[in-house]
């Protein structure tokens, strides 16, 4: 069975200041993964994915994420936080072969102070 | 944005009441998902289409029932609502070979008092 730890419920961070979300899954095979991101009153969009490519991703908006295989780590970071990106932000891993079923961790708020 | 329409976007009903909420797609996706988002726990399966009459059962499916009678509807039914069913539901479409990446609506809220 897979799934997906997203340590803490809220980072926040000062605007202008790096953004680190972390995200550690489990899976029995080799995993797609995913982050998506969640506004208030909306539903979710995705960021970016992982899919067995390159391991760092390039996302939406100025956001990355590295697939580390040792560490079954999926961790998502941002140089420079901007108000804007305060939201919740969902990690999800996939089994390849699975009807497309995705697990989805806790999700974490972000916050952006001025 | 992908088409995916949810209705209604808000409902409020009584406990032991019917309720079904609809997710039209206008993309033909094989895939179609429904999901809980409650506080704390993130997004939960409830149940999912792989093609038309064809479903299964997601991680919280006892209390829910759905069906899909062509490749742009799926169903969601409470068929008596309890008060633990208040959440916002979220509908989902995917295609196969497109690396499970799903498409998200724009969620139902649902209060049952």
């Known amino acids: 069975a897979q799934s997906v730890t997203q340590l803490g419920s809220h980072v926040s961070v000062s605007e202008g200041a790096l953004v680190l979300l972390r995200c550690n899954y489990s899976?029995?095979?080799?995993?797609?993964l995913f982050w998506y991101v969640q506004y208030p009153n909306q539903g979710l969009q995705l960021l970016l994915k992982y899919t067995s490519a390159a391991t760092l991703v390039k996302g939406i908006n100025g956001f990355e994420a590295e697939f580390k295989k040792s560490e079954t780590s999926f961790h998502l970071t941002k140089p420079s936080a901007h108000m804007s990106d305060a939201a919740e932000y969902f990690c999800a891993v996939s089994d390849p072969g699975a009807n497309s079923k995705l697990t989805f961790g806790k999700g974490i708020t972000l916050s952006v102070r001025p | 944005d992908a088409g995916i329409t949810q209705s209604p976007r808000h409902k409020v009903t009584e406990t032991g009441t019917p309720v079904t909420l609809r997710c039209h797609q206008t993309e033909n996706h094989r895939y179609m998902y429904w999901y809980r988002q409650d506080p704390g726990h993130g997004l939960r399966l409830i149940h999912y289409s792989y093609g038309v009459k064809d479903t299964d059962k997601g991680e919280v499916s006892d209390g829910y029932s759905v069906s899909r009678s062509k490749t742009e509807d799926f169903l969601l039914t409470l068929e008596s609502a309890t008060s633990s069913q208040t959440s916002v539901y979220f509908c989902a479409i995917g295609e196969q070979g497109a690396r499970n990446e799903q498409f998200f609506g724009p969620g139902t809220r649902l209060t049952v008092l």
């Open positions: 899976s029995s095979v080799p995993p797609y």
